[in-house]
Structures are given as structure tokens and as C-alpha cells.
T-cell receptor, first 117, second 110 residues
Framework: GAVVSQHPSWVICKSGTSVKIECRSLDFQATTMFWYRQFPKQSLMLMATSNEGSKATYEQGVEKDKFLINHASLTLSTLTVTSAHPEDSSFYICSASGRTGGYNEQFFGPGTRLTVL | AQRVTQPEKLLSVFKGAPVELKCNYS??????LFWYVQYSRQRLQLLLRHISRESIKGFTADLNKGETSFHLKKPFAQEEDSAMYYCALRSGGGADGLTFGKGTHLIIQP
């Protein structure tokens, strides 16, 4: 099956610093990747849709200058949390869109836990 | 705005008993509905999608447009079914992100 990886799996940073999270599709090309955020004991919330070679589309209420997304290749998308603050602490999950059995399916990464001190 | 509601945070049933995880949605168009499962310490994975009308691991789900529901059912629960289950909606076309419900934690007791 299609595999999506994320790096790092967890990161701790100081308030005010920036953190970059990578999302890679390992064995398929993904024109579209998605970034979700999950607060403790809550559901996944779509943050943005990332299309290769173009600007990301952000969901309402998500600050695009705060969460910078780059999708430079068909196998890599990055999310940079700029000037991180404790309220940015969360679990960030990416997914990559691929086709299986004739359907578009999202394959999820394992997630990255960000803790901002 | 689209919305997915899973009314039960936690559902506990005995092994061999029937299981039904409820999901209701709100969407003005024709959505695609999915069930995702997350086993302990594993990533989210697709369980089934309404459009393929399949049965996976004994689970089925029927889209009821009149009741705007997509409940997940299994006639005989197994211990390995214990997991977190998320109902999700996507607008048609396949290029959009998913809107998730809050999830139901299913516990199968021996």
C-alpha cells in the first residue's frame, strides 16, 4: 500500500522559534497533500490543501503567515510553524492523495507532535 | 458549512455482540462518506467508503441520504475491533480535504 512518512515524529521548541515538518509520499506521487491538526482528545481539523507547484489553500481561520506550506515536488510537502507559541502545541498530521482501485484516497502520515515551551 | 456528527465518544460492547457506530452529516451537495479507523499507536487508515459499498473486516455502512446518516455496523464484534473510529465527509471530486467527526472510541470487552 501507499506509505506516507512525516519527520520529525515529535519536536519540542522554544516560544518564538520556527519549526519545519516534512511530509513525504514514499512510493507514489501525490499531486495533492493535506495538513490536519488534532488537539488532545479531539478530531482532526483540516488546515490547508497543498498542491504541487502552487500556493496552498488555507481553511477559514488558519493563518497562512503562521503556517507556511511548501509543496515543491510530487513527493514532499513541508509545514513550517513560524514564531511558534504554546497555543500552537498540537499533533500535526499530513495526508497525500493517491488513487487506489479507481478512487482518490488519502493516505495518512503518522503525525508530528509539536510542543512549544 | 459541512459537518459530521458522531454522538458517542465511547462505545463499549461485549465480544460477539452487534456494533453500531453512529454518524450523521450535514452537507448541501452530494458528499462522499468514509469511515477511518485508528488502532492503538497506529496511523489513521481507511476502513471503507460509501461509494464502493464494500464490507471490510465484517463492517458495513450504508449511506442514508434521507436521514443524512452513514452508520457503521458489524454483526459480531471481535476484540481486535477495539480502536478509534472516525466518520469523514468529502465534497465530490476527490480533490478536497476531509471533514471529520469527533470520533468514537470502541472498546470490545472479552
Amino acid at each position: 500500500g501507499a506509505v506516507v512518512s512525516q519527520h520529525p515524529s515529535w519536536v519540542i521548541c522554544k516560544s518564538g522559534t520556527s519549526v519545519k515538518i516534512e511530509c513525504r509520499s514514499l512510493d507514489f506521487q501525490a499531486t495533492t497533500m493535506f495538513w490536519y491538526r488534532q488537539f488532545p482528545k479531539q478530531s482532526l481539523m483540516l488546515m490547508a490543501t497543498s498542491n504541487e507547484g502552487s500556493k496552498a489553500t488555507y481553511e477559514q481561520g488558519v493563518e497562512k503567515d503562521k503556517f507556511l506550506i511548501n509543496h515543491a515536488s510530487l513527493t514532499l510537502s513541508t509545514l513550517t510553524v513560524t514564531s511558534a507559541h504554546p497555543e500552537d502545541s498540537s499533533f500535526y498530521i499530513c495526508s497525500a492523495s493517491g488513487r487506489t482501485g479507481g478512487y482518490n484516497e488519502q493516505f495518512f502520515g503518522p503525525g508530528t507532535r509539536l510542543t512549544v515551551l | 458549512a459541512q459537518r459530521v456528527t458522531q454522538p458517542e465518544k465511547l462505545l463499549s460492547v461485549f465480544k460477539g455482540a452487534p456494533v453500531e457506530l453512529k454518524c450523521n452529516y450535514s452537507y448541501s451537495g452530494s458528499p462522499e462518506l468514509f469511515w477511518y479507523v485508528q488502532y492503538s499507536r497506529q496511523r489513521l487508515q481507511l476502513l471503507l467508503r460509501h461509494i464502493s459499498r464494500e464490507s471490510i473486516k465484517g463492517f458495513t455502512a450504508d449511506l442514508n441520504k434521507g436521514e443524512t446518516s452513514f452508520h457503521l455496523k458489524k454483526p459480531f464484534a471481535q476484540e481486535e475491533d477495539s480502536a478509534m473510529y472516525y466518520c469523514a465527509l468529502r465534497s465530490g471530486g476527490g480533490a478536497d480535504g476531509l471533514t471529520f467527526g469527533k470520533g468514537t472510541h470502541l472498546i470490545i470487552q472479552p
